[in-house]
């Protein structure tokens, strides 16, 4: 029996090569995988086209998933810079990376990406569209922003964010809330902010939406999974949860029954800045609409005023959302809001959104979750060094701080040298007399 995607294939009853990889890295069971991708509540990326991928499943009762954003832009066309970042992604075992190049021809960057890496790479065709087609944004046309995507899927890109959900409607009700006041932001996604100034210059409705049958039909041929990008989401935490993103939310719901009929697999993505009280529910409403689709949020960044540390303002509120039910976390970098991050400002951004990721699988019970941290706990019981580096969500700077110790005090921390609480218990248990001189 053939099938055309992975969810196309769950629904037949066909277990394929990637439901198989995922259920092993899992550790779960490959017909329960297989009936949450035939429902939608589970999707693995996997273009047909991206032969060096390492499948990854994102969704229902699995591990949270992390994103790179990386790519070329006016200010960095170098592509060994971020090849540099690309292999930082890879080594930290980041699940995915979106090439968000904007300027030029970038093609050629695209394929390397694709051909060499096994990550999930996803791209937003939107912000491709201007640079690829060499046009200004109102001469470009509804048939060739679909051009840009076809391209991107024949190269194997295994998910696209698409910003079908801010059409007319949506639109009306930003410009509504706008002029009461509402907003403080505006748009600030890129590709929503691109769209919505489309349709102002053309008078024209969305060409995402409008032509959204044409989108999915490209995306089913090669098995792109769509990601239904959130144009309104909130800039900033005063404009979190308002009528503009709800509204969108609504139509992305819609959206996902219409692409799941043609077998598109969907990722929902979210918020974006958002007060750490707002989180929980917004992920419940996410899932209520849009029907327990995976749900990809950036941050949320919880706070509005930590510049240059909004790596930990995000990493905050993705704990809390992967916790209340987030699949997938976008990474945020120190150089959030200033200017682009480098291979040092990527490390940092992997890291925190790891955390977040794995802090929320603990709160969501992941099976297996939490045996890392408890054989953590127990190579820290022992003081056992070289365990423990072991264990780290990141080896290279605990072992860095642990060098820096003088060679007689590298029994314990430098903090409470021999009267380390566990160097205490493991003496007097085992019958050894404790010396705290």
Same mark, same amino acid.
């Given at each position: 029996?053939?099938?055309?995607?992975?969810?196309?294939?769950?629904?037949?009853?066909?277990?394929?090569?990637?439901?198989?990889?995922?259920?092993? /890295?899992?550790?779960?069971?490959?017909?329960?995988?297989?009936?949450?991708?035939?429902?939608?509540?589970?999707?693995?990326?996997?273009?047909?086209?991206?032969?060096?991928?390492s499948p990854e499943g994102i969704g229902e009762g699995l591990k949270t998933k992390i994103n790179v954003n990386l790519g070329i832009?006016?200010?960095?066309?170098?592509?060994?810079?971020?090849?540099?970042?690309?292999?930082?992604?890879?080594?930290?075992?980041?699940?995915? &990376?979106?090439?968000?190049?904007?300027?030029?021809?970038?093609?050629?960057?695209?394929?390397?990406?694709? *051909?060499?890496?096994?990550?999930?790479?996803?791209?937003?065709?939107? !912000?491709?569209?201007?640079? !690829?087609?060499?046009?200004?944004?109102?001469?470009?046309? %509804?048939?060739?922003?679909?051009?840009?995507?076809?391209? $991107?899927?024949?190269?194997?890109?295994?998910?696209?964010?698409? $910003?079908?959900?801010?059409?007319?409607?949506?639109?009306?009700?930003? @410009?509504?809330?706008?002029?009461?006041?509402?907003?403080?932001?505006?748009?600030?996604?890129?590709?929503?902010?691109?769209?919505?100034?489309?349709?102002?210059?053309?008078?024209?409705? *969305?060409?995402?939406?409008?032509? !959204?049958?044409?989108?999915?039909? &490209?995306?089913?041929? #090669?098995?792109?999974?769509?990601? =239904?990008?959130?144009? +309104?989401?909130?800039?900033?935490?005063?404009?979190?949860?308002?009528?503009?993103?709800?509204?969108?939310?609504?139509?992305?719901?819609? =959206?996902? @029954?219409?692409?799941?009929?043609?077998?598109?697999?969907?990722?929902?993505?979210?918020?974006?800045?958002?007060?750490?009280?707002?989180?929980?529910? *917004?992920?419940?409403?996410?899932?209520?609409?849009? $029907?327990?689709?995976?749900? #990809?949020?950036?941050?949320?960044?919880?706070?509005?005023?930590?510049?240059? #540390?909004?790596?930990?303002?995000?990493?905050?509120?993705?704990?809390?959302?992967?916790?209340?039910?987030?699949?997938?976390?976008? !990474?945020?970098?120190?150089?959030?809001?200033?200017?682009?991050?480098?291979?040092?400002?990527?490390?940092?951004?992997?890291?925190?959104?790891?955390?977040? %990721?794995?802090?929320?699988? &603990?709160?969501?019970?992941?099976?297996?979750?939490?045996?890392?941290?408890? @054989?953590?706990?127990?190579?820290?019981?022992?003081?056992?060094?070289?365990?423990?580096?072991?264990? %780290?969500?990141?080896?290279?700077?605990?072992?860095?701080?642990?060098?820096?110790?003088?060679?007689?005090? /590298?029994?314990?921390?430098?903090?409470?040298?021999?009267? +380390?609480?566990?160097?205490?218990? *493991?003496?007097?248990?085992?019958?050894? @007399?404790?010396?705290?001189?």
């Amino acid at each position: 029996m053939t099938y055309t995607t992975q969810m196309d294939a769950a629904k037949k009853g066909i277990i394929t090569p990637e439901m198989e990889i995922v259920s092993a /890295k899992e550790d779960i069971d490959v017909e329960l995988l297989r009936e949450r991708i035939a429902r939608g509540t589970v999707v693995i990326p996997a273009n047909k086209m991206h032969t060096a991928l390492s499948p990854e499943g994102i969704g229902e009762g699995l591990k949270t998933k992390i994103n790179v954003n990386l790519g070329i832009s006016k200010d960095c066309t170098d592509y060994s810079l971020e090849m540099a970042k690309v292999d930082m992604a890879v080594k930290m075992n980041a699940e995915a &990376i979106m090439d968000l190049s904007c300027y030029g021809k970038t093609h050629d960057f695209r394929q390397q990406l694709i *051909n060499t890496c096994p990550a999930m790479i996803g791209t937003v065709p939107m !912000y491709d569209a201007v640079g !690829y087609l060499d046009k200004e944004l109102a001469d470009i046309t %509804a048939e060739e922003f679909l051009s840009v995507i076809e391209a $991107h899927a024949r190269e194997g890109v295994d998910f696209m964010t698409i $910003h079908a959900g801010i059409n007319r409607r949506t639109a009306e009700i930003f @410009k509504a809330a706008k002029k009461d006041g509402g907003r403080i932001t505006n748009i600030v996604s890129r590709g929503g902010s691109l769209i919505f100034a489309w349709m102002e210059m053309t008078g024209n409705e *969305n060409p995402w939406y409008e032509f !959204y049958d044409e989108v999915l039909d &490209i995306l089913a041929k #090669y098995d792109v999974t769509i990601s =239904l990008g959130d144009a +309104c989401r909130p800039g900033s935490t005063h404009d979190s949860t308002d009528a503009a993103q709800i509204t969108e939310l609504v139509e992305l719901g819609l =959206l996902t @029954k219409r692409a799941w009929e043609k077998n598109v697999q969907v990722m929902i993505e979210g918020p974006g800045h958002m007060a750490i009280d707002e989180i929980a529910a *917004n992920m419940k409403l996410e899932k209520r609409l849009c $029907h327990n689709a995976p749900f #990809y949020v950036l941050g949320p960044l919880v706070t509005d005023i930590a510049p240059g #540390y909004d790596h930990i303002t995000s990493a905050i509120g993705g704990a809390v959302a992967a916790a209340n039910g987030a699949d997938f976390l976008c !990474y945020v970098t120190p150089a959030e809001h200033l200017r682009l991050p480098n291979a040092d400002d990527v490390k940092e951004g992997i890291v925190a959104a790891k955390i977040a %990721a794995h802090a929320g699988d &603990i709160a969501k019970g992941i099976p297996g979750a939490r045996d890392i941290d408890n @054989k953590m706990s127990d190579a820290r019981r022992r003081v056992c060094w070289e365990e423990m580096f072991q264990y %780290a969500i990141e080896p290279e700077k605990p072992q860095r701080y642990y060098n820096e110790l003088p060679p007689e005090e /590298k029994h314990t921390c430098s903090m409470c040298g021999k009267m +380390c609480a566990a160097r205490t218990m *493991n003496k007097i248990l085992s019958g050894e @007399k404790v010396d705290v001189q």
